[in-house]
Nanobody, 126 residues
Framework: QVQLKESGGGLVQAGGSLSISCAASGGTVSWYTMGWFRQAPGKEREFVAGISRKDSSTDYADSAKGRFTISRDNAVNTVYLQMASLTPEDTAVYYC???????????????????WGQGTQVTVSS
Protein backbone atom coordinates (compact mmCIF):
# COMPACT_ATOMS: atom_id res chain seq x y z
CA GLN A 1 0.00 0.00 0.00
CA VAL A 2 1.38 3.36 -1.00
CA GLN A 3 2.28 5.97 1.61
CA LEU A 4 2.23 9.65 0.70
CA LYS A 5 4.12 12.47 2.35
CA GLU A 6 3.68 16.11 1.43
CA SER A 7 6.34 18.76 1.91
CA GLY A 8 7.21 22.27 0.85
CA GLY A 9 4.40 24.21 2.44
CA GLY A 10 5.02 27.50 4.16
CA LEU A 11 4.26 31.18 4.33
CA VAL A 12 4.25 33.23 1.14
CA GLN A 13 3.11 36.74 0.29
CA ALA A 14 0.17 37.37 -1.99
CA GLY A 15 1.26 37.29 -5.60
CA GLY A 16 4.08 34.92 -4.83
CA SER A 17 4.77 31.35 -5.87
CA LEU A 18 5.29 28.09 -4.06
CA SER A 19 5.91 24.51 -5.07
CA ILE A 20 4.81 21.62 -2.90
CA SER A 21 5.75 17.98 -3.26
CA CYS A 22 4.24 14.60 -2.57
CA ALA A 23 6.71 11.75 -2.17
CA ALA A 24 5.41 8.21 -2.46
CA SER A 25 6.74 5.07 -0.84
CA GLY A 26 5.52 1.50 -0.93
CA GLY A 27 4.20 2.10 -4.42
CA THR A 28 4.97 3.90 -7.66
CA VAL A 29 3.20 7.14 -8.51
CA SER A 30 2.86 6.05 -12.13
CA TRP A 31 0.53 3.27 -10.97
CA TYR A 32 -1.94 5.77 -9.53
CA THR A 33 -4.01 8.68 -10.62
CA MET A 34 -2.82 11.41 -8.31
CA GLY A 35 -4.68 14.37 -6.96
CA TRP A 36 -4.11 17.46 -4.89
CA PHE A 37 -6.85 18.66 -2.56
CA ARG A 38 -6.97 21.46 -0.03
CA GLN A 39 -8.93 22.24 3.09
CA ALA A 40 -9.29 25.68 4.59
CA PRO A 41 -10.49 26.18 8.19
CA GLY A 42 -14.21 25.58 8.47
CA LYS A 43 -14.50 24.38 4.88
CA GLU A 44 -14.75 21.02 3.20
CA ARG A 45 -11.80 19.45 1.47
CA GLU A 46 -11.84 20.42 -2.19
CA PHE A 47 -10.22 19.24 -5.38
CA VAL A 48 -7.39 21.36 -6.75
CA ALA A 49 -5.62 19.37 -9.47
CA GLY A 50 -5.10 15.83 -10.70
CA ILE A 51 -3.00 13.82 -13.12
CA SER A 52 -4.08 10.57 -14.72
CA ARG A 53 -2.03 7.41 -14.35
CA LYS A 54 -2.94 6.31 -17.88
CA ASP A 55 -1.88 9.21 -20.09
CA SER A 56 -0.79 11.91 -17.63
CA SER A 57 -3.71 14.07 -18.66
CA THR A 58 -4.45 16.74 -16.10
CA ASP A 59 -7.50 18.44 -14.66
CA TYR A 60 -7.81 21.52 -12.50
CA ALA A 61 -10.38 23.24 -10.38
CA ASP A 62 -11.51 26.53 -11.86
CA SER A 63 -9.74 28.33 -9.03
CA ALA A 64 -6.46 26.70 -10.04
CA LYS A 65 -6.59 26.96 -13.81
CA GLY A 66 -3.88 29.18 -15.21
CA ARG A 67 -2.12 29.49 -11.86
CA PHE A 68 -1.32 25.95 -10.68
CA THR A 69 0.48 23.13 -12.45
CA ILE A 70 0.51 19.49 -11.41
CA SER A 71 3.34 17.25 -12.59
CA ARG A 72 4.82 13.88 -11.86
CA ASP A 73 8.43 12.69 -11.82
CA ASN A 74 8.43 8.91 -11.94
CA ALA A 75 12.20 8.76 -11.49
CA VAL A 76 11.93 10.15 -7.96
CA ASN A 77 8.41 8.87 -7.33
CA THR A 78 7.10 12.34 -6.59
CA VAL A 79 4.16 14.49 -7.62
CA TYR A 80 4.41 18.27 -7.55
CA LEU A 81 2.04 21.18 -7.41
CA GLN A 82 3.50 24.44 -8.61
CA MET A 83 1.43 27.41 -7.50
CA ALA A 84 1.71 30.95 -8.76
CA SER A 85 -0.15 34.24 -8.27
CA LEU A 86 -1.18 33.08 -4.84
CA THR A 87 -3.89 34.89 -2.93
CA PRO A 88 -4.99 34.66 0.71
CA GLU A 89 -7.91 32.53 -0.52
CA ASP A 90 -5.37 29.82 -1.37
CA THR A 91 -4.50 29.45 2.32
CA ALA A 92 -5.24 25.87 3.34
CA VAL A 93 -3.78 22.52 4.22
CA TYR A 94 -2.88 20.83 0.95
CA TYR A 95 -3.27 17.07 0.68
CA CYS A 96 -1.93 14.60 -1.83
CA UNK A 97 -4.11 11.63 -2.75
CA UNK A 98 -3.79 8.49 -4.86
CA UNK A 99 -6.47 6.63 -6.77
CA UNK A 100 -5.68 3.02 -7.54
CA UNK A 101 -6.33 0.79 -10.51
CA UNK A 102 -8.42 0.09 -12.48
CA UNK A 103 -9.47 3.72 -12.38
CA UNK A 104 -7.43 6.13 -14.45
CA UNK A 105 -9.69 9.15 -14.75
CA UNK A 106 -8.88 12.13 -12.58
CA UNK A 107 -11.58 12.15 -9.93
CA UNK A 108 -12.89 15.31 -8.33
CA UNK A 109 -14.23 14.01 -5.02
CA UNK A 110 -12.40 12.81 -1.95
CA UNK A 111 -14.29 9.52 -1.74
CA UNK A 112 -12.81 8.37 -5.04
CA UNK A 113 -9.25 8.38 -3.72
CA UNK A 114 -7.84 5.50 -1.74
CA UNK A 115 -4.72 6.87 -0.10
CA TRP A 116 -3.95 10.22 1.52
CA GLY A 117 -1.01 12.07 2.91
CA GLN A 118 -1.08 14.05 6.14
CA GLY A 119 -1.02 17.43 4.43
CA THR A 120 1.18 20.48 4.29
CA GLN A 121 0.13 23.96 5.37
CA VAL A 122 0.20 26.77 2.82
CA THR A 123 -0.41 30.25 4.17
CA VAL A 124 -0.66 33.28 1.90
CA SER A 125 -0.38 36.65 3.59
CA SER A 126 -1.98 39.78 2.19
Amino acid sequence: QVQLKESGGGLVQAGGSLSISCAASGGTVSWYTMGWFRQAPGKEREFVAGISRKDSSTDYADSAKGRFTISRDNAVNTVYLQMASLTPEDTAVYYCAARGAPYSRVALTTKEYDYWGQGTQVTVSS
